[in-house]
């Protein structure tokens, strides 16, 4: 049996979470068209007959402020590149070769083996000339790492929104991971999130999908109470926003924003646990929450110098 942790890494939105969602056909990691939408460290346990392939998602790398909750997520890309047995590196058509310097930089500290994978190949049909710089800029990554302590081992063309491509890079990467027992004995769990976890990201995720521009960016989801056996499973949730003029927004005239946040997440949330949910949310300030290393940590992102 094959066994071994591998480390999605890239830039913001090109894929990483989608990636695993195809791998696992479940959404365990939420996928948004804004950038910087997955905060945390995300594990998707792939398990099969010929083995299990840890996958950890993580946020994209990126150059940003300093400190707060952007140096958690920093923090949470460092955890993931600790010894994988693997690196998937995604890229997208849409960067290029001077935006992604600063993720090679990053890898060439790596000791493990590197597959690039191109996503969205898809596009291919109607953007042909996106994909041009990519041949060449393949070339000379497995040229730089040359000397790193970082293998090259190949490249791969993928649609992880289409599913092509997918299943043969799982193959690939079976073959690649060492002989072992796998890491998670239950077989039937997908990630090593809790429920809570997971419908807290559900929750973030409409946030994403249903407010203006950086308001998603200033909001943090707490699962307050979780009561499995009621019927419906009853789950009240808190927004938690940085500001008093974000609460209005969130809220929205007559409280239409939020009764529309709450009927999408309550679908999801219905879809992934399988039975009718009462979702309960409400917004709390919590202010300046994002630069506050006390109450990022009342939120669960915990920086790890400040963790005794
Ligand atoms: P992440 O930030 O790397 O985790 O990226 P996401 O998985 O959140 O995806 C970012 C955006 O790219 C979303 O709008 C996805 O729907 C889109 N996307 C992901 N994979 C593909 C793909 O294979 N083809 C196309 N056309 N879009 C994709
Ligand atoms: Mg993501």
Request: glycine share 8%; net charge neutral; proline share 4%.
């Amino acid at each position: 049996m094959k066994s071994g942790v591998v480390a999605l890494v890239g830039r913001p939105n090109v894929g990483k979470s989608t990636f695993l969602n195809a791998v696992l056909q479940e959404e365990i990691s939420i996928v948004t068209p804004k950038a910087q939408t997955t905060r945390d460290q995300v594990r998707g346990i792939c398990t099969e007959s010929r083995g299990q392939i840890v996958f950890v998602d993580t946020p994209g790398i990126h150059r940003a402020r300093e400190g707060g909750i952007n140096a958690y997520m920093i923090q949470e890309v460092e955890r993931a590149l600790d010894e994988p047995d693997l690196v998937l590196y995604l890229v997208d058509p849409f960067s290029k070769p001077e935006a992604e310097e600063r993720v090679l930089e990053q890898l060439r500290q790596v000791r493990s083996r590197l597959i690039l994978v191109v996503n969205k190949a898809d596009l291919r049909v109607k953007r042909p000339d996106a994909f041009e710089w990519l041949q060449g800029w393949v070339q000379k990554v497995r040229e730089s790492l040359i000397s790193s302590r970082l293998e090259f081992i190949g490249h791969h063309e993928i649609s992880a929104e289409k599913g092509s491509g997918v299943a043969e890079l799982v193959t690939e990467v079976f073959g690649l991971l060492p002989e072992g027992a796998p890491l998670y004995d239950d077989s039937d769990s997908l990630t090593d999130r809790s429920l809570r976890f997971v419908v807290s990201e559900l929750i973030r995720k409409q946030l994403f999908m249903n407010l203006g521009d950086e308001l998603p960016y200033s909001c943090a989801v707490e699962i307050e109470s979780y009561r499995e056996k009621s019927k419906p499973v009853h789950i009240a949730a808190l927004i938690h926003v940085e500001r008093e003029s974000q609460k209005g927004m969130v809220i929205g005239a007559g409280g239409k924003k939020i009764k529309e946040i709450g009927s999408k997440a309550r679908a999801e949330v219905e879809a992934l646990v399988g039975e009718r949910v009462f979702l309960e949310l409400r917004v709390k300030v919590s202010e300046d929450w994002t630069s506050r290393a006390r109450k990022m940590e009342g939120l669960g992102y915990v920086l790890e110098r400040n963790r005794k």
